[in-house]
Nanobody
Framework: VQLQASGGGLAQAGGSLRLSCAVSGRIFSRLVMGWFRQAPGKDREFVGG????????ALADSVKGRFTISRDNAKNTVYLQLNSLKPEDTAIYYC??????????????????WGQGTQVTVSS
């Protein structure tokens, strides 16, 4: 499985960005896709996740009501829509694939494959 994240950039507070994660390789029915972020000097933090089969999602409390996750099965792509951005959302955002579980895990160690990361910078 290979993951290619894109869509990061610079946004003003209150603005929006959409991140994409293209998934290539064999996609298993147990696949769960997660989004994490890591700010300088901080641990990698769970943002949200989605089950490939069924599409159920989970979001961190810090982004609920502002971020949404979706997937396009035909394009093998997962999206993270970032709305109402805040300066504290500034981080490198990573997508990740968990091939073992049927529920979204918030732990980075649960994920088997990682994309390269895309920078999101929010100015105040």
């Amino acid at each position: 499985v290979q993951l290619q994240a894109s869509g990061g950039g610079l946004a003003q507070a209150g603005g929006s960005l959409r991140l994409s994660c293209a998934v290539s390789g064999r996609i298993f029915s147990r696949l769960v896709m997660g989004w994490f972020r890591q700010a300088p000097g901080k641990d990698r933090e769970f943002v949200g996740g989605i089950r490939w089969s069924g599409g159920s999602t989970a979001l961190a409390d810090s982004v609920k009501g502002r971020f949404t996750i979706s997937r396009d099965n035909a394009k093998n792509t997962v999206y993270l829509q970032l709305n109402s951005l805040k300066p504290e959302d500034t981080a490198i955002y990573y997508c990740a694939a968990d091939l073992s579980r049927v529920v979204v895990s918030t732990l980075p160690i649960s994920y088997d494959y990682w994309g390269q990361g895309t920078q999101v910078t929010v100015s105040s």
